[in-house]
């Protein structure tokens, strides 16, 4: 168990330029999320996929950001044309199905930053 | 709609001086209430999850209850290892998938 992994950890872009992160959930997690965190914030829901299906998708989610997790694997998270509103740290987390609460537990990565210039 | 007050915004404590942070929730059902521990520049770290009023689970120096409105993070003996912030956390009761809702953290500073 290696634990969440996230690539690129930083990225600086240009207005206007499409970025994509890279999300590798531990190991026999169906379940992963992508949250985005601002300075001074607390992380804020993306979308979350149940194995290979998007099942949910929070309104900050603009027409320019989309979401894939081909294979119920990794996963990833495309912006296009970048505003420098988009600046932000960008959150991969995962979790395994559980039928009991008791087996409710969210790991997150360790983030990729994003700045758009 | 869902929401997560956490108190104070920041604390400074000198090694040893126990303190204990709040986070008042207001939730359609409660599936559960987590702490995050998070350092800066990282991901948050999983700390606890809490599922019911009078749970408690401890961690090293720290502690979380719960209540039916609230959860506290006890700290006790406090190292400067532990300066960080500390995210709550809540996810509502229903069917299906259900997203976590933070506050905005606790800012904890320990001196040595």
């Known amino acids: 168990d290696t634990g969440v992994s996230q690539n690129p950890r930083h990225k600086i872009t240009k207005r206007g330029q499409n970025v994509t992160f890279r999300c590798d959930p531990i190991?026999?997690?169906?379940?992963l999320y992508w949250y985005r965190q601002t300075l001074g914030q607390g992380p804020e829901f993306l979308t979350y996929?149940?194995?290979?299906?998007?099942?949910?998708k929070s309104r900050l989610l603009s027409d320019r950001f989309s979401a894939e997790r081909p294979k119920g694997s990794f996963s990833t998270l495309e912006i296009q044309r970048t505003e420098q509103g988009d600046s932000a740290m960008y959150l991969c987390?995962?979790?395994?199905?559980?039928?009991?609460?008791?087996?409710?537990?969210?790991?997150f990565g360790e983030g990729s930053w994003l700045t758009v210039v | 709609e869902d929401q997560v007050t956490q108190s104070p915004e920041a604390l400074r404590l000198q090694e040893g001086e126990s303190s204990s942070l709040n986070c008042s929730y207001t939730?359609?059902?409660?599936?559960?209430l987590f702490w995050y521990r998070q350092d800066p520049g990282k991901g948050p770290e999983f700390l606890f999850t809490l599922y019911s009023a009078g749970e408690e689970k401890e961690k090293e120096r720290l502690k979380a209850t719960l209540t039916k409105k609230e959860s506290f993070l006890h700290i006790t003996a406090p190292k400067p290892e532990d300066s960080a912030t500390y995210l709550c956390a809540v996810q509502a009761a229903g069917t299906g998938f259900q997203k976590l809702v933070f506050g905005t953290g606790t800012r904890l500073l320990v001196s040595p």
């Open positions: 987390a995962s979790s395994p199905t559980s039928v009991w609460s008791s087996g409710n537990t969210i790991y």
């Open positions: 939730v359609s059902g409660l599936r559960g």
């Open positions: 996929f149940q194995n290979e299906a998007q099942l949910e």
């Open positions: 190991s026999e997690h169906n379940r």
